[in-house]
């Protein structure tokens, strides 16, 4: 098992940043892919950034490349996002994600093993 605890989220207005952590405990997290996904209400979890195990590879969304960046410290079993320029529409649950898969770059849902419980990010315009 790997429990994983999001924390960050906020009010922000548009333009601005913020940063995303997650925290994880239980098994060996370098053994897995990371990813953070997003929810606003009345859409489907979306995917919006994937990093590798080695911390080396990632790969992100069209909507936010250039704007978010994802990295991992494994001594700290820790995963961030950085989002800056913030947009109305970046408003959604966030959520961390953690794959066992080999494939890549893991952008489905189902390909994830385990999930925290989101963080609520907003953006006024």
């Known amino acids: 098992q790997v429990q994983l605890v999001e924390s960050g989220g906020g009010l922000v207005q548009a333009g601005g940043s913020l940063r995303l952590s997650c925290a994880a405990s239980?098994?060996?997290?370098?053994?897995?892919?990371m990813g953070w996904f997003r929810q606003a209400p009345g859409k489907e979890r979306e995917f919006v950034a994937t990093?590798?195990?080695?911390?080396?590879?990632?790969y992100y969304a069209d909507s936010v490349k250039g704007r978010f960046t994802i990295w991992r410290d494994n001594a700290k079993n820790t995963v961030y996002l950085q989002m800056n320029r913030l947009k109305p529409e970046d408003s959604a649950v966030y959520y961390c994600?953690?794959?066992?898969?080999?494939?890549?770059?893991?952008?489905?849902?189902?390909?994830?093993?385990?999930w925290g419980q989101g963080t609520q990010v907003t953006v006024s315009s």
């Open positions: 990093i590798y195990w080695g911390g080396l590879t990632t």
């Open positions: 239980g098994r060996t997290f370098s053994n897995y892919a």
């Open positions: 994600a953690a794959a066992s898969t080999g494939d890549w770059p893991p952008t489905r849902t189902r390909v994830y093993d385990y």
